[in-house]
Structures are given as C-alpha cells and as structure tokens.
C-alpha cells in the first residue's frame, strides 16, 4: 500500500520561507512523479508544482513560479518543496501526491490525474 507522509507545515508571517517534506513510501512501480496539491477553505484543489523521477522534468503553478522550488532525492522517493516569499494567499493544506504508472511519467496537468493524494500539512501566512 503507497503511504505518503508529508511535514514541515506550520505559520509564518508574510515574506517568509518554509520547506515542506514528502517521502512515499510502498511504490512498487519505477515510474512515478511527486507533486504538492493546495486547498484553501471554499476553494477547488490548485496543483503547486511536481517532479517527475522518470525525466526529471518539473512543473509549477503560475501563482508560486519564482517562488516556490522543488527538488528530489533519487532512491528514497522524496520530495521537498521550498517555499519562499510567501502571502496570505498561499494559506492552505498541502497535500502531497503521487502518480505512478508501468510507462515513463510526467506531471500531470490536473490535479485528479495522481494516483495517491496524502493527509496534508497546514501552511498558515499571517502577520
């Protein structure tokens, strides 16, 4: 059974940085990508970025390119997500999830193509 186990959330003021951690953990499959899934209170799941372990290739949204960096550690399925400059906006539960297949894959486009979703972790920005 895929377990994905994020950390890292937690408040910070406007301006700010946090990292968030992700480690999934039972995939059986070689070809996965990772990603970050948001949801602020009355608002539709926003895809943040994702990392695909396949080709490396990597996606962002356009509310956190420039701010926000992912990178991977390959052989334990791990992801980080570093986030910088950080609003009021960017307040929600991240989700991390993965997508895996028997072919070679990329990030999805859409937030309901991954396979897995985790708990999530609470990003609170506020002064």
């Known amino acids: 059974q895929v377990q994905l186990v994020e950390s890292g959330g937690g408040a910070v003021q406007p301006g700010g940085s946090l990292i968030l951690s992700c480690t999934c953990a039972?995939?059986?499959?070689?070809?996965?990508?990772i990603g970050w899934i948001r949801q602020a209170p009355g608002k539709e799941p926003e895809g943040v970025s994702c990392?695909?372990?396949?080709?490396?290739?990597?996606r962002y949204g356009d509310s956190v390119r420039g701010r926000f960096t992912i990178s991977k550690e390959d052989g334990k399925a791990r992801v980080y997500l570093i986030m910088n400059y950080l609003e009021p906006e960017d307040t929600a539960v991240y989700h991390c999830?993965?997508?895996?297949?028997?072919?070679?894959?990329?990030?999805?486009?859409?937030?309901?193509?991954?396979?897995?979703r985790g708990r999530g972790t609470q990003v609170t920005v506020s002064s």
């Open positions: 999830a993965v997508k895996w297949d028997i072919k070679a894959v990329v990030c999805p486009a859409f937030v309901n193509d991954y396979s897995h």
């Open positions: 990392i695909s372990f396949s080709d490396g290739s990597i």
């Open positions: 039972g995939l059986s499959l070689q070809n996965y990508a």
